[in-house]
């Protein structure tokens, strides 16, 4: 029987680790992972974190010289986009030539949900790189929806998958009661904690602040705030 051809992703991203920075991205990379998991042949063109503009402009270039390079001159299945408004240079020129190839975008939030003047440029890039694909990924229900409403995109064609998964081997369901004994909790109390990355814009803050406004009822209540 005839071994079945991997499918080959092109996986475009200006958000990727590296040893200096290995955090950054690296939800990305774990997507990479899971392609490669699944049988997947990926290839990426990333844009790794620089300081300065120089550094940053460069490493841009090279992303997407490598991405144009290798989808116009080798087979490529599919185009797989993170951060639409960033990605969408070389997309337009594989997709121009290569019409055969599926494009897929993977949106995070600042590429799609607007917040005032900052984000309008990115708003236009979204605009165009929307018509160009073929499918979009969405972290939640809730971008689904914002997709839909705010940019006309075809419902069918969203696919929801949390950004690189869920690690199951950090998260996964216990015994409430056991882990409370663990970890020296009260067993009568409701506890309520919040896992994020210490990096503005994640949320953190807002739930600090959230709960610096609602302590003494919460505590009333019978309710502890850990992070």
Request: net charge positive.
């Amino acid at each position: 029987m005839k071994e079945r051809r991997k499918k080959t992703v092109l996986l475009i991203t200006n958000l990727y680790p590296s040893l200096r920075h290995p955090e950054y991205g690296v939800f990305v990379k774990n997507t990479e992972e899971m392609l490669k998991k699944n049988g997947c042949r990926v290839i990426h063109a990333a844009v790794k974190k620089r300081k300065g503009r120089i550094l940053k402009l460069l490493s841009y270039v090279k992303c997407y010289a490598y991405a144009l390079l290798t989808g116009l001159l080798f087979h490529v299945d599919v185009i797989y986009a993170h951060y639409i408004s960033h990605t969408i240079f070389p997309v337009r020129v594989i997709k121009k030539n290569r019409r055969n190839v599926i494009a897929v975008g993977n949106a995070h939030g600042e590429d799609i949900c607007q917040d005032g003047t900052r984000y309008e440029k990115n708003y236009e890039k979204a605009v165009q790189a929307l018509k160009l694909l073929d499918y979009m990924i969405v972290p939640s229900s809730y971008y689904k929806a914002y997709l839909c409403q705010n940019y006309r995109y075809p419902e069918k064609q969203i696919f929801i998958f949390p950004s690189g998964g869920v690690n199951e081997q950090c998260f996964f369901p216990q015994d409430r009661y056991i882990c409370r004994k663990k970890i020296g909790f009260c067993s009568d109390k409701i506890y309520i904690g919040f896992v994020s990355r210490l990096v503005e814009g994640k949320g953190w803050d807002t739930f600090l602040n959230a709960a610096a406004l609602f302590c003494s009822a919460l505590m009333w209540r019978g309710i502890s705030i850990s992070s």
